[in-house]
Every structure is written in C-alpha cells, then in structure tokens.
C-alpha cells in the first residue's frame, strides 16, 4: 500500500508569507503528527490530530495551525513565516492514536524562508 | 511534561555490539518507541515497548523497564549502513509522542 505522502517536498518561501504543507496518511490511518526538524535536532511535535480532531499541541506559536480532513489527510499552516522557521516537517501516520506505537513518516517538506 | 535524554553521539566498529540508552520522564507513559534516520532521509520504525522486557527484531533490540524509566536499542554485528541517527520516543496514553535529540552512531570499518 501507498506510504505517507507530503506535498511539497522542497518550498522557498519570504519572511512574512505564509505556507500550507500537506499530508495524506497511508489508507485507514487515522492518526496524523506533525514535528519540526531542524539541523542537529530530534523532532519537535507540533500537533496531532485524530478522527478530524486535535488532540495534541506541542509548543509551538499561534502561528503554527492544521487541521485533518475526514479522509485523514492533514494540512499545517505557518503563517506570519519567520527565518527560524526554516526547517524539515515531517508528519507521521498511525492506525491508532499517536501512543508512541509504529508510525510511518513521511519524507518531509523542506522549508526554507529567506 | 515530558523529556527523553539519549547520548548525543557514539561510535562502533563493524561487526561490533553498540547499546543506545534513553531514559524519560512522562506522566501517562504508554510504550517506548525507537526510530532511525539516515541523513535527508525520514526516520523509519524499528522498535515498540510497551511492557518490560526484551523485544528482539533480527539484529535490533530493544529493552524497556518501566520502573526505571529507561530503555535502550540494541545494535549487533553493526555494518556501515547502521550509521544512522537514532530517536527513542515516548508515547502517553494523551495520544501524544515525544522525541529525544537522538543519537548519531557512526560505523568505522
């Protein structure tokens, strides 16, 4: 079966913009996490959702938003976008609840702001 | 909240034996979870713990004691392509997953 896919994989963006990422989980996954990575970190969580309901935030600004739709699929928005956000997002995909059982990631968007 | 600390790096020879530490602190803790990243790669499941003891998948294991709240991975006879980041995660029973900063293992020949 298909893997997580996110969209896009590589985004320039400026200071002050702002971005929509996507993710689609692999079918019948109705758990979807997001974390920031950047260079020389672990993953930062952001947010997960579950059955189109957030569950989960990490610490992370107003700034920082998603949202799932009834078939799973996941979008974050940055707005208001800051040089710091530059970073690699990851989401990941699991059947159940993100309990810290398997999940399948993604291979991420690439985030650069200049 | 809830923290992991793992080393920061460690080195191995080939064929060698490496053991990879996480010890956390959560409330709600739920199952331990072990990931690995190559570089400009996603990370990959390789192991879950939810109860003491043992897992044990080919030439990974993975240890978890719930009382000590620790765990480690277990890498043997390491080849090249081990050399990889390493990420233990907790997950709570909020539904929410934690990562460590991670472990670079670097494999000499």
């Known amino acids: 079966k298909a893997g997580v896919t996110q969209t896009p994989r590589y985004l320039i963006k400026t200071r002050g913009q702002q971005v929509t990422l996507s993710c689609s989980p692999i079918s019948g996954h109705r758990s979807v996490s997001w974390y920031q990575q950047t260079p020389g970190q672990g993953l930062q969580f952001l947010f997960e959702y579950f059955s189109e309901t957030q569950r989960n935030k990490g610490n992370f600004p107003g700034r920082f938003s998603g949202r799932q739709f009834s078939n799973s699929r996941s979008e974050m928005n940055v707005s208001t976008l800051e040089l710091g956000d530059s970073a690699l997002y990851l989401c990941a995909s699991s059947l159940q609840e993100a309990t810290g059982q398997e999940a399948f990631f993604g291979q991420g968007t690439r985030l650069t702001v200049v | 909240g809830q923290s992991l600390e793992q080393p920061s790096e460690v080195t191995a020879v080939e064929g060698a034996i490496v053991q990879i530490n996480c010890t956390y602190q959560t409330s709600g803790f739920y199952g331990l979870s072990w990931y690995q990243q190559h570089d400009g790669g996603a990370p990959t499941f390789l192991s879950y713990n939810a109860l003491d003891g043992l897992e044990e998948t080919g030439r990974f294991s993975s240890f978890l004691s719930r009382s000590d709240s620790y765990g480690y991975l277990l890498l043997q006879e390491l080849q090249m392509k081990d050399s990889a980041s390493y990420f233990c995660?907790?997950?709570?029973?909020?539904?929410?997953?934690?990562f460590g900063d991670g472990t670079t293992l670097t494999v000499k020949p």
């Open positions: 995660a907790v997950g709570t029973n909020a539904g929410k997953s934690t």
